[in-house]
């Protein structure tokens, strides 16, 4: 972690790596590295909802995915940082969701709905 920012790099040596993170830490000082990601929650899921999951499944699936990310996810996760999103704010979701009177079932769903977004962000 520099300036906040996870970087990561693989390198053949220990002496390699220790030479770029002198230089990652420079550059971080000089702040010319990029700031991190304003993108939220709510932008990232609008985005992978219409290129991610719309042309790749049938219309009734998609309205489903889209149902569970606006009245589910959304408004609970929406507002926050993609880039600061924690397992604590997703784990609080759950819960939320348990405690407002949702089935195990339906909170097993927005999980995967959840799991396949953050896994295309990740990648």
């Known amino acids: 972690m520099v300036g906040g920012v996870l970087h990561r790099a693989y390198f ?12 990652v830490r420079i ?4 702040g010319l590295l990029p700031e991190p990601s ?8 609008d985005f992978w909802l219409e290129n991610g999951v719309k ?3 049938r219309p009734p699936t998609y309205r489903q995915y889209e149902q569970y990310v606006r ?17 604590p704010d997703i784990q609080a979701l759950y819960t939320q969701k348990l405690g ?7 909170v097993q769903l927005i999980h995967a ?4 977004a953050l896994s295309q962000a990740v990648d």
Do not use: F, M, N
Not at 12 to 23: G, S, V
């Open 55 to 57: 042309p790749s499944v």
């Open 71 to 87: 009245c589910h996810i959304k408004p609970v996760l929406g507002p926050l940082r993609l880039q600061a999103l924690k397992p």
């Open 27 to 30: 550059r971080a000082g000089q």
């Open 12 to 23: 053949a040596t220990r002496r390699e790596a220790l030479d770029w993170l002198a230089q």
């Open 113 to 116: 709905i959840l799991h396949k």
């Open 100 to 106: 407002a009177g949702l089935s195990r079932r339906t």
């Open 38 to 45: 304003k993108v939220t929650v709510a932008e990232y899921l």
